[in-house]
Every structure is written in C-alpha cells, then in structure tokens.
C-alpha cells in the first residue's frame, strides 16, 4: 500500500489544522493506521492510532484531548484533527499502516509496514 499524507501548514498557536492520509493499494480495511510526528533533532514519535474497523482509537498524553483520528474505508483515507495547535506540535507528521494490527495501546515504529510522505505542520507562537 502506499500513503500520501496532506493537510500539514503554519497556524498560529490555538489553531486547528486537518491531516489527511489516502492509501493506494487493496485491503485498506485490514490495516490499522497510526500518525507519527518527528521534530529537528529529536525521535519519531506515536501521536494517534486507529484500528481497521475506526471504533477504537488511542492517543499519548500529549495529545489526548486536542487530536482526533478517524477513517473512511470507503475513500481509503484517514485522518489527523488537531486542536488547540502549541509550538511543541510542530513537526512532520507522518501516516503509517500496519497490517492486521489489533490496536491496544500506543504503536510502535517498529509494528508499521507502510510509511507514508510526511506533511509539514509548523505552529507559530
């Protein structure tokens, strides 16, 4: 499969940016999909998982609250709602998939099969 992520931008902190992600490719039910982010100088880090059928989701702390994934299997796409915008999310942002995955807590790097382009999303104070 393959993913293209969008949607990235700058806002200024207190905005709202919407992320999008199409997969390519078939079975795009089967996968669960997760959002990572990576600042200059710093690790890829998890920010949102969803899994195939979208009824569960999960979030790091430093997100809960302000973010929100979700997913249309009809338009093989998912999505990243982000709220309340801080200068510590700015970053690229990155779709993952990962195949048959049973989402039960934050993904790992290492369980994605399928990384898409990331989208630059910069927050400006």
């Known amino acids: 499969v393959q993913l293209q992520a969008s949607g990235g931008g700058l806002v200024q902190t207190g905005g709202s940016l919407r992320l999008s992600c199409a997969a390519s490719g078939r079975f795009f039910s089967n996968y669960a999909m997760g959002w990572f982010r990576q600042a200059p100088g710093k690790e890829r880090e998890f920010v949102a998982a969803?899994?195939?059928?979208?009824?569960?989701?999960y979030y790091p702390d430093s997100v809960k609250g302000r973010f929100t994934i979700s997913r249309d299997n009809a338009k093989n796409t998912v999505y990243l709602q982000m709220n309340s915008l801080k200068p510590e999310d700015t970053a690229v942002y990155y779709c993952a998939a990962a195949w048959n995955l049973v989402v039960t807590g934050p993904l790992s790097r290492g369980a994605m099969n399928y990384w898409g382009k990331g989208t630059q999303v910069t927050v400006s104070s």
């Open positions: 969803i899994d195939k059928s979208g009824s569960r989701t």
